[in-house]
């Protein structure tokens, strides 16, 4: 916990805010210098480009079931049950 603890704060203050937009304007290099993986990298920056691309997902999902909202979670690469 104290490693993955030590990346969110890395990855934090990194960041101008932990927004999907900042995300994918980060850079590789950036990101994997806060101590991700490069396919964590990818994964982040897939889910971030959902976000994006989904304007207010939040207010999609109000109207899902937990089971339809764990299928449209989990389509998205790195993000598991």
Not at 25 to 34: N, Q
Not at 39 to 51: D, G, P, Q, R
Not at 61 to 79: R, Y
């Given at each position: 916990?104290?490693?993955?603890?030590?990346?969110a704060?890395?990855?934090?203050?990194?960041?101008?805010?932990?927004?999907?937009e900042?995300?994918?304007?980060?850079?590789?290099?950036?990101l994997r210098?806060?101590?991700?993986?490069?396919?964590?990298v990818l994964y982040l920056n897939?889910i971030?480009?959902?976000?994006v691309?989904?304007?207010?997902?939040d207010?999609?999902?109000?109207?899902?079931?937990?089971e339809?909202m764990?299928?449209?979670?989990?389509?998205l690469?790195g993000i598991?049950?």
């Amino acid at each position: 916990v104290k490693a993955a603890d030590s990346v969110a704060n890395r990855l934090i203050s990194a960041l101008p805010a932990m927004l999907p937009e900042h995300i994918i304007a980060a850079s590789e290099e950036e990101l994997r210098a806060c101590g991700l993986s490069r396919s964590k990298v990818l994964y982040l920056n897939n889910i971030a480009e959902y976000f994006v691309r989904v304007q207010r997902p939040d207010a999609q999902w109000q109207h899902l079931s937990d089971e339809e909202m764990l299928k449209e979670l989990t389509a998205l690469k790195g993000i598991g049950r």
